[in-house]
């Protein structure tokens, strides 16, 4: 534009700037319409790839609630690129922009429904086991009881490499299996320190064994509520002789299928992802003496479980569950 103000001609400009003639032409004709701010910026061009017509989403979507074709359960974005005739990277975008996740699936537990449960006294074991997490009784202990059970010794068969800038850790797909531990565990919910006990098998015979373990670590005077899944040693003979010997203690069981209820299963699940599951062990003595650091570890910096769903939102999110359910079968 300076060189053109300055009253040179086209052949002119094009051998100070190198340009064609065709570039001249449009920067002046840019400048003539939008002055100097249009030479501040490009162009706006349109896509060389022409936009979707609705259409093409709303045959995606439908076909997206349909039964994929051929001999497979759900659609995946190449198999509907090419049903729908558009590109993968089309298909995404439409079902990201619909909220379509059409290759996730969520599992559930079809029996734990509020008034159909197959546990007829879910609603009563639900308020017992909630209102001793959130209103425990005066001088008394509530423990959150069970067992983690086949709890393997795995070693890799060769050391994975660690992790670095641009590549995460690796961890060999195979390993040598060195045999297997149970852990019986207790959370005291008032504190949050856990009670462990590791053995080579789960059966009522352990399980007493460790309620005798955790008898002697509770203080006298206290009362102990021990909270329990349905799970058949609990409810052995031999247990049922050892609580009429033990008077203090009371077992409170949760509904069947409703072992989510109990708190010690959230430390099993710490334990699993932050220890086991990247863990390399050589032998079952060496398990257990990592599960018994665990612990430790855990004790020295637990705080009291709190729980704060209230049983009247667990019930009535089951029944809409239930009802969701029934509406489409």
């Known amino acids: 534009m300076l060189l053109t103000v300055e009253d040179l001609g086209t052949n002119a400009i094009m051998r100070e700037t190198g340009k064609s003639k065709t570039c001249v032409w449009r920067w002046q004709e840019r400048f003539m319409t939008e002055g100097f701010e249009g030479l501040l910026r490009d162009k706006t061009r349109p896509s060389r790839i022409p936009r979707l017509d609705p259409s093409v989403a709303e045959r995606v979507v439908a076909l997206t609630f349909a039964a994929p074709l051929g001999e497979t359960t759900h659609w995946t974005g190449a198999a509907m690129a090419e049903a729908a005739g558009v590109s993968v990277s089309s298909v995404q975008r439409i079902w990201r922009a619909h909220g379509l996740q059409p290759d996730r699936i969520r599992q559930f537990n079809p029996r734990i429904k509020s008034g159909g449960s197959k546990d007829p006294e879910f609603v009563d074991k639900l308020r017992d086991v909630v209102g001793l997490y959130v209103d425990p009784p005066a001088h008394a202990v509530v423990l959150s009881v069970d067992e983690k059970s086949q709890i393997q010794?795995?070693?890799?068969?060769?050391?994975?490499?660690?992790?670095?800038?641009?590549?995460?850790?690796?961890?060999?797909?195979?390993?040598?299996?060195?045999?297997?531990?149970?852990?019986?565990?207790?959370?005291?919910?008032?504190?949050?320190?856990?009670?462990?006990?590791?053995?080579?098998?789960?059966?009522?015979?352990?399980?007493?064994?460790?309620?005798n373990a955790v008898e002697r670590e509770v203080p006298a005077g206290k009362t102990v509520h021990a909270i329990l899944d349905n799970y058949a040693a609990h409810k052995h003979p031999a247990v049922r002789q050892w609580i009429a010997r033990h008077p203090r203690w009371t077992f409170h069981f949760t509904p069947t299928s409703a072992s989510w209820?109990?708190?010690?299963?959230?430390?099993?699940?710490?334990?699993?992802?932050?220890?086991?599951?990247?863990?390399?062990?050589?032998?079952?003595?060496?398990?257990?003496?990592?599960?018994?650091?665990?612990?430790?570890?855990?004790?020295?910096?637990?705080?009291?479980?709190?729980?704060v769903a209230d049983p009247d939102k667990i019930i009535a999110a089951v029944r809409r569950g239930h009802q969701v359910l029934d509406s489409i079968h």
């Open 153 to 211: 010794a795995l070693d890799r068969s060769q050391p994975g490499l660690p992790m670095k800038k641009g590549r995460a850790g690796t961890m060999t797909h195979d390993y040598k299996r060195h045999g297997t531990t149970c852990l019986f565990a207790a959370m005291n919910v008032l504190d949050g320190t856990v009670i462990g006990r590791n053995m080579l098998r789960h059966r009522h015979q352990e399980f007493i064994r460790f309620l």
């Open 261 to 307: 209820l109990n708190a010690v299963e959230g430390f099993f699940a710490t334990l699993t992802k932050r220890r086991l599951k990247r863990g390399v062990f050589r032998s079952v003595a060496d398990l257990q003496e990592t599960i018994n650091r665990f612990l430790d570890d855990h004790n020295a910096r637990c705080k009291p479980f709190q729980r």
